[in-house]
């Protein structure tokens, strides 16, 4: 079992994961956090909604201008504004999960301590191997540090406490509680590398029930700020997880796709435009006009008694179906039309404005099939945008969870993320495949690549061959490819990754049978 470094957990009286996890998907979104996307949506948007078309109000381009050109000092507001375009814009909702989504963290090799200059003991390292990945299967990384990616790309930082069930026999005994971005900030870097985050303690001012309900370590912080004054305290290193993705300056707080906002919010604004036009074009407004006694001199001279007019009217107003109004007039009226010749051109303006945005975030080739030219240029365009999303995150996640692990494993291996996404996954497994037939030690990394932790390959394994000895009973049969000196000449058969878009046309004609 491993062992436990630190006094993480201590002696005060704190939620294992498992609970923490169940009373946060209860009230998360009665919490701050949650509650910004809302306040935002408000605070950008005014509608009137005792009005037969919708009245909408964007924040004012002159404003957005000013909160770009002073990040620093507009950082909650253009916060709100990331947050409220994940309401409100499904473009940038799936530009979001498309990056966030594009981490593997079991696609990955745990290397365990080594020394060139002196001796190993295999007791040693097999009990540190051990230990690790029994700690790492109970990380479910995956799963929570995809809810950290989305932050990052929503509004730049995650700030988080850990909750971690050592002695949990289930998988999922790991927790990440997200805190209010309003209320916490940097405060610099651990020795590790990872970065350090201070919480405004006044937050619990208003949530004095959450100092119970979380525990450590906001209960010893709270002490503190009572005995200091200092509000932003301190978050401890070993209940920490902070990422930020754009790592390379700590000062400024801004959200990764803020470049973008003007022309998300203009997008939007277009939208709704094209949808009252499109309800205009197919509204009609009946006139009824009240005919004049013909040479009459009074202008109130009518043919038809007024209030018989009016009841009458009434009736017709009652019968109407939707999007048809009616007026009553005693001033002839010829027509009244409310066609729009350019609806058309309106979707046409939408549909190049949202090609525009996906050009400019990427991800086009992705999530936008109708740019999607061959399969070379897809390719590109997915590698680069793996690079985008995984170059400065990575690196953070794994020097948090090797310092995590180190908590509770004396002298624990290494785990070493590759840098692959969903999408580029595929080719770099057939890498690991061509290495290992030239005898590199990669069998344990090309399982994680095909969905199997360490522990699953090697359980299986020990199943298999020492339990079931089907490498005995389930021999292949012989073949041309398999008896030795008999190999068909000829190059083999590539994989479709490996063609060009003419060797894919080539391939889909057929010609290479005949």
């Known amino acids: 079992m491993a062992t436990k470094t630190n006094s993480a957990n201590g002696t005060s009286k ?29 605070n950008l948007r005014e509608i009137s909604k005792n009005k037969k078309y919708k009245s909408i109000e964007t924040i004012s381009k002159e404003d957005l201008r000013q909160y770009l050109e002073n990040p620093t000092n507009y950082e909650i507001q253009l916060r709100n504004i990331s947050w409220y375009l994940i309401t409100r814009s499904q473009i940038y909702y799936r530009l979001i999960k498309y990056y966030s989504n594009m981490f593997r963290l079991d696609a990955r090799s745990v290397i365990p301590p080594f020394s060139l200059t002196e001796e190993n003991d295999k007791d040693s390292i097999l009990e540190s191997y051990q230990s690790t990945l029994e700690i790492l299967e109970k990380m479910n990384l995956q799963y929570e540090f995809l809810k950290v990616y989305c932050n990052c790309l929503i509004q730049d930082v995650f700030y988080g406490v850990v909750y971690f069930d050592e002695n949990s026999d289930q998988k999922t005994s790991m927790f990440f509680l997200p805190l209010p971005a309003d209320y916490c900030r940097i405060q610099g870097i651990f020795p590790n590398g ?16 959450l100092l119970e309900i979380w525990g450590e370590p906001f209960t010893s912080m709270q002490k503190e700020y009572e005995k200091t004054g200092i509000k932003y305290v301190l978050c401890p290193q070993e209940y920490s997880v902070c990422l930020k993705f754009r790592a390379e300056d700590t000062e400024m707080i801004l959200p990764p796709f803020a470049g973008l906002f003007s022309a998300l919010l203009g997008l939007q604004e277009l939208e709704d435009i094209q949808a009252i036009a499109s309800e205009q074009e197919i509204y009609k407004l009946l006139v009824a006009t009240i005919p004049l006694i013909s040479g009459a001199d009074n202008p109130d001279g009518f043919a038809v008694n007024p209030q018989l007019a009016v009841d009458y009217f009434n009736k017709l107003v009652d019968a109407l179906p939707n999007y048809t109004d009616a007026v009553i007039t005693p001033i002839p009226i010829d027509y009244v039309s409310f066609n729009n010749d350019t609806v058309a051109s309106d979707v046409s303006k939408v549909q190049n404005a949202t090609k525009t945005v996906l050009n400019t975030a990427g991800g086009s080739q992705v999530l936008n099939s109708a740019t999607i030219n061959n399969s070379s240029s897809a ?8 690079e985008f999303a995984i170059s400065s995150l990575l690196p953070q996640t794994e020097m948090w969870v090797n310092y995590f692990i180190s908590l509770y494993v004396n002298n624990a291996s290494r785990v070493k993320f590759f840098e692959v996404s969903t999408y580029t996954a595929k080719q770099f497994r057939q890498e690991l495949l061509e290495n290992a037939s030239n005898g590199l030690p990669n069998k344990l990394a090309i399982a994680s690549m095909s969905g199997f932790s360490e522990l699953d390959t090697l359980s299986l394994n020990f199943l298999e061959e ?20 008999n190999d068909k000449s000829g190059t083999s058969e590539k994989d479709v990754d490996e063609l060009s878009d003419e060797g894919q046309k080539t391939r889909d004609s057929g010609k290479n049978d005949k």
Do not use: C
């Open 14 to 42: 704190r939620p294992n994961a498992t609970e923490m996890r169940e009373w946060y998907e209860k009230n998360k979104h009665s919490l701050e956090m949650y509650a910004n996307a809302k306040d935002a949506l408000f």
């Open 379 to 386: 390719e590109a365009a997915l590698k680069l945008d793996t």
């Open 194 to 209: 990872n970065f350090a985050f201070a919480m405004d303690m006044s937050y619990f001012k208003r949530n004095k029930e």
């Open 466 to 485: 020492e339990i079931l000895g089907l490498k005995d009973k389930l021999v292949p049969l012989s073949t041309s490819y398999t008896q030795s000196g």
